[in-house]
C-alpha cells in the first residue's frame, strides 16, 4: 500500500497527537500497544498511570474513516471496563464518552485528550449532568446578585435555543450573532451560569482580543459569577490564583505568547470556550489556540465574517478545492457549524429598534459636513495641488497619510463642535473621534483644546494608561468631553452615554463601520435634578462621505476576498486602502511603488484654505441603513428584489397576489441556490414569524409589509374562534395554546402529536391548569383546527 493509505503511518501521526497532549509513549503504565481481548486487538489502551485503562484508542488507517470503528472499540472498551473510546486515522479524531447516556454517539474532536482530562471526565461520569433546559431561565435570574438585574425576552430566547439544540440535538458548536449594546456579556454570564450550575461545565473559557475588553468583562463577571471566582489569565498565571479558578478571561494574546496555552492547559482542561468578538480570533495564529480546547464552543459577534457569502460553493470545490478551504477556514458561520448567513441565534440593530418590548438601541441622526478638499478628493480625479513645482492628486485615503491639512483639520473641530449633540444640562455631550492614525489623533486633539481648553483627550495606544484613562471617560470622571482615538475605542467600548461619533477618517470596510456606530447605539437615562431625559439618538457627524459610500457605492454581491497569508517576504506597499482598519475586501492598488534614491520622501503640508461646502442631515429610520440589512433578511431581501425584476411571471404573480404562484415560482427557482441556500425554514427562523414564502416576498419587495408573530397569532385565533363560535373563557385556551406554540418547538411538536402534558405549561396556570380543560367542549375540533392552521404549519417549518 502507498505509504499515505498504511496503516502503520496513521500510527505515526497518532504517535505525535498523543505526544503533543502530554502522553509518555515510553511508559508502558500510561499507554499499552496491541492488547489482545475477547473481542479482538485493541490497537491503544491509555491508562491512569497505575494501570487502569481508561481508554480504548482505535487506529484506521488515513484513507478510511475512523468513526466506521465505533462498534469494534465498544466491544474492546465493554470488555476492558474503560469508559472512554478514541477512533483516529492520525487527520481526524473522534471521542466517545458511550457510558453517559446523554453521549449517545462519538464526536469530532481536534485535540487528543491528556491523562488528566481523562481522569477528570471518568470523575465527573460519576455524577453527570443535567440538561442545559433543566434550569429554567426567568427575567429574574440573576436578580438575586444585583436588584437591577434583568435579562430581557431576546437574551432568554438565545440561552434557550442553545439548551435546546445541546441537549437534544447535542450540538456544541453555536454563534450568537448580536448587535452592539445588546447585552452579549450579561447574557454570557447567564449562560455561564447555567453551564455550571448543572454541571454540563466545570471550568469556563471567555476570550477576548484586548486587555480592555477583559478588564471591563471582568467587572461584570465579578458581580454576576462572583461564587466562580473569575480571574484574568495573564495575572492569574503568576499569582496562582488559576488554579480555584472555574471562568478564566483572557486575551486571544496572551495565550499565544510563548505557547502559555499548551503550558497551562490540557485540550479538555475547559469545558465552555466563548469567543468574545468571534470573527477576529479564529484564524491565523488564534486558530490554533481556540482547536487546542476541546470544548463546547459559543462565538459572539455583531459583524460575523462571512466569506461563504455569495460564493458558489460547489462549483468552487469542484474547481478550486484550496479557495474554498480557505474560505471555510475564516468564515465565521462556518467556524462554529452554522450553514453561510444563518447563526444559532440573530438578533441585530434592527431588531432592537423595532422590539416590541423596547426599543433597546437608538439609530443616529447622521451629519454629512464636507469641506471643499474633502469634496475633490472623494471625487474619482482626487484633490489636485502642486507640491515642489509638479501637480499631484490625492485622494480621500491619502489625506493625513500622504498629505497633512491642518486648515482642514481646524476646519473638521470647528464644524464638530457647532453641529454636535449638547447633553440635557446645555453642555457638548460627551464623544469620540475617529482619527486616522495616531499623528492625526494628537493634532485634532490639540486643535480641539486650542478652540475650547480642557475638551479634549487623546485615547490610543501609544498614550500611557490609555485604558484607564478610556475607562474615567466612559464613567464621567474627567472633564473632557472628546475622546480623539484611532481604533482603541472603535469596538467593545461601553460608554452609555455617548451622544456623539464624529468620523474624520474614511472607511472601507462595513464590519468597521457597523462596529464603530455600535458605540453610539445603547440607550441611555440622564438624570438632572429631578428629572429623567431618554437618549433618543446619537449623532454621526461623517466628514469623509462613509455613510454615503456604504449606502451608494460599495457592492455588497462581490465575495469578500480572503486576506493573504504573512509571509517572511521583504514588505510590500499595502494592498488596502491605508486607514481602513481590517479590509472586508482587497483594494486593488499597485503591488509595488517606487522608491526615491535618498529614502522615504518627507510627507508634504498643505498651507492653503479649506472651507466647508455642504451640510446634509437625515435621521436613519427604524430600517436602519443599507449596511445594516446586510445580514441573511437584508440579502435575501435584495435578491428576491433582483430576481423578480429578472422573471415577469414572478412580477405578475406578486401584482395579484396570487399566493399559490409565487410560493411555486420560488420553490422551483429560487430557493437552494449554491449562494445564500435560502428556504423558508431558514427566513422563518431568521425574521422570526412564522409567515408563509409570499408574505415574505411581499415585505421584501415593497408590496405589503410583513405581518408579525403577534397579528398572525391574533388573526389564527380570531379566525378558528369565529368559526366555533367560542365562548370568552374559551377563546383564552385558544390563545394561550396559540401563543405557547409560537414560541416553543418543543411544546409545539407535543401538541401536534396529540400529547396533552402541553398543557402543564405555567401559562395555562391562571385558567385553572389541565383539570380545567374538560370543561372546554369543542377542544378537540378546535384544537384539529389549529394544528391545520397556517401558524402551526410554518412554525413546524423552523422547529
Known amino acids: 500500500m502507498p505509504g499515505g493509505q498504511n496503516e502503520a503511518f496513521s500510527r505515526i501521526l497518532i504517535d505525535k497527537a498523543l505526544e503533543f497532549s502530554g502522553w509518555d509513549l515510553l511508559d508502558p503504565k500510561q499507554i499499552q500497544f496491541e492488547s489482545h481481548t475477547a473481542n479482538g486487538r485493541a490497537d491503544y489502551l491509555l491508562k491512569n498511570g497505575l494501570g487502569h485503562v481508561l481508554c480504548v484508542l482505535e ?15 465498544r466491544g474492546y472498551a465493554e470488555n476492558l471496563k474503560a469508559p472512554f473510546i478514541i477512533l483516529s486515522n492520525g487527520r481526524e479524531h473522534w471521542f466517545w464518552n458511550y457510558e453517559r447516556a446523554d453521549q449517545r454517539d462519538a464526536y469530532r474532536i481536534e485535540r487528543l485528550p491528556s491523562r488528566d482530562d481523562l481522569e477528570r471526565l471518568r470523575l465527573k461520569n460519576l455524577q453527570p449532568p443535567r440538561p442545559l433546559e433543566s434550569e429554567v431561565v426567568k427575567p429574574e435570574y440573576l436578580r438575586h446578585l444585583r436588584h437591577d438585574l434583568t435579562l430581557r425576552r431576546y437574551q432568554i430566547d438565545a440561552m434557550n435555543e442553545i439548551a435546546r439544540l445541546f441537549d437534544r440535538d447535542a450540538q456544541r458548536k453555536f454563534l450568537l450573532e448580536m448587535a452592539t449594546g445588546t447585552g452579549k456579556t450579561l447574557l454570557c454570564a447567564a449562560l455561564i451560569r447555567r453551564f455550571l450550575n448543572t454541571r454540563n461545565a466545570e471550568r469556563v473559557l471567555f476570550v477576548v482580543d484586548r486587555i480592555e475588553l477583559a478588564k471591563q468583562t471582568m467587572e461584570d463577571f465579578a458581580v454576576v459569577l462572583p461564587e466562580f471566582k473569575p480571574v484574568i489569565f495573564k495575572s492569574a498565571r503568576r499569582s496562582g490564583e488559576l488554579l480555584g479558578a472555574s471562568v478564566v478571561v483572557a486575551t486571544i494574546q496572551s495565550l499565544m505568547v510563548d505557547r502559555r496555552y499548551r503550558e497551562e492547559f490540557t485540550p479538555f482542561y475547559f469545558d465552555l470556550v466563548i469567543n468574545d468578538e468571534a470573527h477576529r480570533s479564529i484564524y491565523g495564529d488564534a486558530r490554533e489556540v481556540m482547536q487546542f480546547f476541546q470544548a463546547t464552543r459559543v462565538g459572539l459577534t ?66 454629512d459636513l464636507r469641506s471643499d478638499i474633502t469634496t475633490q478628493a472623494l471625487a474619482d480625479k482626487g484633490w489636485s495641488v502642486v507640491i515642489d513645482e509638479q501637480e499631484e492628486s490625492f485622494k480621500i485615503r491619502d489625506l493625513e497619510r500622504k498629505i497633512f491639512t491642518p486648515a482642514r483639520n481646524r476646519l473638521m473641530c470647528e464644524a464638530f463642535l457647532k453641529e454636535a449633540q449638547s447633553d440635557p444640562s446645555g453642555a457638548l455631550g460627551k464623544s469620540i473621534v475617529f482619527a486616522v492614525n495616531q499623528t492625526h489623533a494628537t493634532s485634532l486633539t490639540k486643535i480641539f483644546n486650542e478652540i475650547q ?3 479634549a483627550i487623546t485615547i490610543t495606544s501609544r498614550i500611557k494608561d490609555a485604558s484607564v484613562i478610556a ?39 462595513p464590519t468597521e463601520y457597523i462596529q464603530i456606530k455600535g458605540r453610539g447605539t445603547r440607550r441611555y437615562t440622564f438624570t438632572i435634578g429631578h428629572t429623567e431625559y431618554e437618549k433618543k439618538n446619537f449623532f454621526l457627524l461623517d466628514f469623509c462621505g462613509v455613510a454615503e459610500f456604504f449606502e451608494e457605492k460599495y457592492d455588497y454581491t462581490v465575495p469578500l476576498a480572503v486576506p493573504r497569508e504573512r509571509t517572511e517576504q521583504p514588505a510590500k506597499l499595502k494592498t488596502h486602502p491605508p486607514g481602513a482598519g481590517e479590509p472586508d475586501r482587497e ?36 430600517n436602519g ?17 433582483e430576481f423578480t425584476d429578472k422573471n415577469a411571471d414572478l412580477r405578475a404573480a406578486v401584482a395579484d397576489e396570487d399566493d399559490d404562484a409565487v410560493e411555486t415560482i420560488m420553490n422551483e427557482r429560487f430557493y437552494n441556490r449554491p449562494e445564500m441556500y435560502y428556504s423558508p425554514d431558514k427566513l422563518i427562523r431568521s425574521y422570526g414569524v412564522p409567515a408563509p414564502t409570499p408574505a415574505f416576498v411581499y415585505n421584501a419587495v415593497g408590496k405589503k409589509p410583513l405581518p408579525t408573530k403577534d397579528a398572525i397569532v391574533s388573526d389564527t385565533v380570531d379566525s ?55 370543561q372546554f367542549d369543542s377542544r378537540d375540533d378546535v384544537f384539529d383546527a ?13 422547529a
Open 625 to 641: 441603513e443599507k449596511v445594516d440589512l446586510m445580514t441573511f433578511r437584508g440579502s435575501f431581501e435584495r435578491d428576491v428584489k
Open 720 to 774: 378558528i374562534a369565529a368559526r366555533f363560535n367560542l365562548r370568552y373563557r374559551d377563546q383564552k385556551w385558544l390563545d394561550a395554546t396559540a401563543q405557547l406554540l409560537a414560541d416553543d418547538p418543543e411544546a409545539l411538536n407535543k401538541f401536534v402529536e396529540g400529547d396533552m402534558t402541553v398543557f402543564s405549561s405555567t401559562q395555562f396556570n391562571q385558567l385553572g391548569g389541565i383539570s380545567a380543560l374538560s
Open 786 to 798: 389549529l394544528r391545520q392552521s397556517l401558524l402551526v404549519r410554518q412554525s413546524l417549518i423552523a
Open 453 to 455: 481648553p480642557g475638551s
Open 302 to 367: 455583531a459583524t460575523p465574517k462571512a466569506y461563504l457569502r455569495n460564493v458558489n460553493i460547489h462549483e468552487l470545490a469542484s474547481e478550486n478545492p484550496k479557495a474554498l478551504e480557505a474560505r471555510q477556514l475564516r468564515d465565521t458561520y462556518h467556524y462554529f457549524g452554522c450553514e453561510p448567513g444563518s447563526p444559532t441565534y440573530r438578533y441585530d440593530i434592527i431588531d432592537a429598534v423595532k422590539d416590541p418590548e423596547g426599543p433597546f438601541l437608538c439609530l443616529p441622526k447622521i451629519f
Open 471 to 509: 475607562k474615567e471617560f466612559r464613567d464621567g470622571k474627567r472633564p473632557e468631553k472628546i475622546a480623539v482615538s484611532v481604533d482603541m475605542l472603535s469596538t467593545g467600548y461601553n460608554c452609555r452615554d455617548l451622544l456623539n461619533i464624529a468620523l474624520m477618517r474614511p472607511i472601507f470596510s
Open 59 to 73: 487506529a484506521k488507517r488515513e484513507n478510511l474513516d475512523p468513526y466506521d470503528a465505533k462498534e469494534q472499540a
Open 587 to 622: 483594494w486593488k492598488g499597485p503591488e509595488t511603488a517606487p522608491r526615491p534614491p535618498s529614502g522615504p520622501r518627507e510627507i508634504p503640508t498643505w498651507e492653503g484654505h479649506d472651507t466647508l461646502v455642504s451640510r446634509e442631515v437625515f435621521v436613519v429610520g427604524p
